[in-house]
């Protein structure tokens, strides 16, 4: 089994949501200062790098517009009460299923006990997965007859234990000089692949069909977590969530409809096994993440021009939800301009990050380019709607300004949305996936890296900023006017 990653910080694999803090009184701008894989594992692929959302609020401003209604996003409406009724009750399957056995057996499919796997094959496993996909973005040298040699030389003598396996497997990917590309115990792979965004406690994936569609399927559940208690059981296909048909929507999109205030609820509509029954399920819930989201309204220019001013800590699955939100009500207060910070801002989930940028681009403009050896990390990702929100932006950036924020900032500068201000940000522009081995354990394997859409690679160099200091209005206003007439050319 592989997962790609949900976190991307360059100080650890997993990022905690942390608490909003006092956000010390914007100073003026003379006063700001920085100076100091595919052959290998069939199974599927948790999260993609895919997943328009669909927002249209409509707000009026002399120089900047939200546009759109309906996001879902933003809906924390409970469902109706049409919808409602139909709670536990089990709707028939439309199609003329194979018995229970036989939909069991091939929804448990990935559940199956690993056959006898012996200490060598472990090993094998772990070179063949490098083999395949590992991208050596420091050293630059890795080769395929080297890495031959290395299997050849150990394997050369029986290895006794799996313990000894394990630690053969450590030194192995040791050898590659990435500090990313590492080995999970059985233990560490369980934790990671039983990872929760989205506050009901279970792991989404998505699952070809085999027909060019993709289902939504429980991957995992946290046990006695809301959705466990509610009924949800391990390979459910998600249909709908509060009443919202879900087919063809990322698994990071409705992981984030499924979040929602503690204490309130969620209606998920399931189907067990292959050919059901399909139950609606009504679920409790118990949100961990916390908004990473501060904002507030400054006076600039002797009180003449309103700046919305917001701070986003990290990229978690509340950070898109809960920025169109601080915009909309500092548009509402009269926010000419915003200032956006990501000042210490590590970064978090990557496509949370992606979202967001998506926000303030145009129809067919870069997101990011991935670049790997494998096909699967080969990829463009583009804005696929209009933007929300078009008001002019400054970015505030610096050396702990890392991965998603860096995937943020790069998309907004390089098509003209946005200057950014501050120190060259930290340059941690890697993917990493995560595989299952046969008996448990598993490894983080860097496959790919993030190229800016200006074709900039972002790891080890980080991005330099337009200016140190916060500039005059009138000096953001002619560089974003500056590139946008070089961009049309």
């Known amino acids: 089994m592989r997962l790609l990653l949900p976190f991307s910080s360059p100080l650890s694999a997993t990022s905690s949501p942390s608490t909003p803090q006092f956000i010390p009184e914007l100073p003026p701008p003379s006063q700001f200062d920085y100076s100091g894989l595919t052959k290998i594992l069939k199974k599927s692929v948790i999260g993609t790098l895919t997943g328009a959302l669909s927002l249209t609020l409509v707000f009026s401003s002399p120089i900047s517009s939200v546009a759109a209604t309906n996001d879902p996003y933003l809906s924390v409406n409970p469902p109706s009460s049409s919808f409602e009724s139909s709670l536990n009750h089990f709707d028939s399957a439309p199609e003329d299923c194979p018995n229970e056995e036989e939909a069991d057996t091939e929804i448990q499919d990935d559940d199956i006990e690993p056959q006898l796997v012996t200490n060598e094959g472990i090993v094998e496993e772990a070179w063949e997965i490098v083999n395949g996909a590992f991208l050596d973005t420091r050293s630059h040298s890795w080769t395929p007859e080297t890495w031959q040699k290395q299997k050849d030389d150990i394997l050369a003598s029986p290895i006794k234990s799996r313990s000894k396996a394990h ?29 929760d965004i989205t506050g009901i406690g279970i792991n989404l994936r998505e699952v070809s069909d085999g027909g060019g569609n993709v289902k939504l ?38 992981s984030s409809l499924l979040q929602g205030p503690s204490k309130t609820f969620v209606v998920l509509k399931v189907k067990h096994g292959k050919c059901g029954p399909v139950k609606s399920l009504k679920i409790h819930r118990q949100v961990n993440a916390q908004t990473p989201v501060s904002y507030r309204l400054e006076k600039v220019d002797n009180g003449t021009v309103s700046v919305g001013y917001i701070r986003l800590k990290e990229f978690n699955a509340l950070a898109r939800k809960d920025l169109v939100i601080a915009m909309k009500r500092l548009l509402d207060k009269g926010a000419s301009y915003f200032v956006m910070d990501l ?44 933007p929300l929100i078009t008001a002019p932006l400054i970015v505030m950036v610096n050396n702990r300004t890392a991965s998603a924020s860096e995937i943020v900032a790069s998309a907004l500068h390089d098509n003209c949305k946005a200057v950014l201000v501050g120190e060259r940000t930290y340059g941690k522009g890697l993917i990493q996936s995560v595989y299952e081995l046969r008996d448990g354990s598993g490894v983080v394997v860097t496959i790919g890296k993030y190229v800016t859409p200006n074709h900039m690679d972002i790891n080890g160099g980080g991005i330099e900023p337009d200016f140190r200091n916060l500039p005059a209005w009138d000096e953001v206003k002619e560089r974003l006017s500056k590139c946008s007439i070089l961009q049309q050319s």
């Open 343 to 386: 000042r210490d801002n590590l970064g978090g989930l990557v496509q949370a990050g992606i979202e967001t940028a998506k926000l303030f681009l145009d129809e067919g403009d870069t997101v990011i380019y991935t670049a790997g050896r494998d096909p699967e990390a080969q990829k463009t990702v583009v804005s696929d709607k209009k």
């Open 217 to 254: 399927k429980v991957l995992g559940l946290v046990l006695d977590s809301p959705a466990d208690i509610a009924g949800v059981k391990q390979g459910d296909e998600i249909l709908a969530v509060n009443g919202m048909d879900v087919s063809g929507k990322s698994s990071f999109e409705v």
């Open 167 to 195: 630690e053969v497997i450590k030194n192995m990917l040791a050898s590659l000089g990435d500090q990313y590309t590492r080995f999970l115990s059985p233990d560490e792979f369980s934790r990671m692949s039983k990872y």
